[in-house]
């Protein structure tokens, strides 16, 4: 299986509950690596330029508005299929259909407090990369 990286964000209402460890242990118990990782305040330009593929949906003033509500995590996961298998252990958008186990069911209280995001392909997660890393900030 290829070794790939993705995007993980992990977002305001799970670190306003101080959940960042818990989430990266299950990150790492399945396996994938954290390579690179910041804690940071999002502006409302950055959330609307990493979001604008939404721009145009009912819910993007409210998802940009809670992104810039308090700290989010950004970080890049590396392991084999690290895309579909981070997609796995994060679970459906909407916690309340999210599998047993995975980090939306366990914390998420919310369609919009989902706890994380997670890049939806390979083409999209090289793209959100270079949104928040340079090559030298991604050690594996
Ligand atoms: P995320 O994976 O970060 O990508 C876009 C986000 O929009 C999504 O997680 C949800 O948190 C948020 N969102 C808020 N409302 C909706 C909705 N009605 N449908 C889909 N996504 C929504």
């Not at 390579?35 to 939404?54: D, G, N």
């Not at 700290?71 to 890049?76: A, G, L, Y």
């Not at 796995?88 to 995001?117: W, Y």
Request: glycine residues 6%; hydrophobic residues 40%.
């Amino acid at each position: 299986m290829p070794v790939e990286q993705t995007l993980s964000i992990i977002k305001p209402d799970a670190t306003r509950r101080n959940l960042t460890g818990k989430i990266n242990a299950l990150f790492e118990d399945a396996g994938l690596k954290i390579v690179a990782q910041r804690r940071i305040r999002l502006t409302k330009e950055m959330a609307e330029k990493f979001y604008e593929v939404h721009a145009e949906r009912s819910f993007f003033d409210d998802l940009c508005n809670f992104m810039i509500s308090g700290p989010v995590v950004v970080q890049v996961l590396e392991g084999e299929n690290a895309v579909a298998q981070n997609r796995q252990i994060m679970g459906a958008t909407n916690p309340a259909n999210a599998d047993a186990g995975t980090v939306r069911k366990l914390f998420g209280e919310s369609i919009e407090c989902n706890s994380v995001h997670g890049s939806d392909s390979l083409e999209n997660a090289k793209t959100e990369i270079e949104f928040f890393f340079a090559k030298m900030d991604i050690v594996g």
